[in-house]
Structure formats: structure tokens, C-alpha cells
């Protein structure tokens, strides 16, 4: 069992920056792969960015590629989301979601097994 509690969301103007955290509960975290994903109003949820177990891959989403950077530290159980360059378009709430690691990289929401809350993020323009 893993249980997910994400933080750092809050209101940004267009162009600023935040930082998500998603703090695990569970002894097992290293070995999970760690993924970000959002939901904006009236949308479906949608991948953003992975990180493996060892933190030696992560993979990106087109739409924030060069602007987001998804890291872990095992140590302290938490996944981080570093955003730069925000656009309105990025508004949504962002969760954190974790699944058994894998060589395949795995984008679709189903595919994870655990989830956080979420966090609202909103860019003004």
C-alpha cells in the first residue's frame, strides 16, 4: 500500500513558477515509478511526467517538455514537480499517482495503482 498526499499548488501569475511535492506513506516507495498527472474542468485526466524507481528515467508530455522537471528522493518518500514558464493552459488540479516499476513507460491514468488528492494549480493570465 502506498498512500499519496500532494502540496505546492496555489495561484501563479503567467510566466511564474511552482514547485509540487507528493509525500508517500509506505516502505515500498523506491521501488514504485512515480507519475504526475492533471485535470483541468470538463477535461479528462492527463499524463504529464514520470519518474522510474531509481530516478534514472523520466519521461514528458509534449505540452510541458522543457518547462516541467519531475524528480524523487527516496530518502525522504517524496516526488517533486518543478514548473517553470506556466501557462493558463497549465491550470488544473496536478495529482501524483504511483505503479509497480516497469521498463515501459506507462502514461495512461488506469494504468496506476495509487493516487493522491490533488493539488490545485491555477495560472493567471
Known amino acids: 500500500q502506498v498512500q499519496l498526499v500532494e502540496s505546492g499548488g496555489g495561484l501563479v501569475q503567467a510566466g511564474g513558477s511552482l514547485r509540487l511535492s507528493c509525500a508517500a506513506s509506505g516502505r515500498t516507495f523506491s521501488s514504485y515509478a512515480m507519475g504526475w498527472f492533471r485535470q483541468a474542468p470538463g477535461k479528462e485526466r492527463e499524463f504529464v511526467a514520470r519518474i522510474s524507481w531509481s530516478a534514472g528515467s523520466t519521461y514528458y508530455a509534449d505540452s510541458v517538455k522543457g518547462r516541467f522537471t519531475i524528480s524523487r528522493d527516496n530518502a525522504k518518500n517524496t516526488v517533486y514537480l518543478q514548473m517553470n514558464s506556466l501557462k493558463p493552459e497549465d491550470t488544473a488540479v496536478y495529482y501524483c499517482?504511483?505503479?509497480?516499476?516497469?521498463?515501459?513507460?506507462?502514461?495512461?491514468?488506469?494504468?496506476?495503482?495509487?493516487w493522491g488528492q490533488g493539488t490545485q494549480v491555477t495560472v493567471s493570465s
Open positions: 499517482a504511483a505503479r509497480p516499476n516497469s521498463v515501459v513507460v506507462i502514461t495512461r491514468a488506469r494504468d496506476y495503482n495509487y
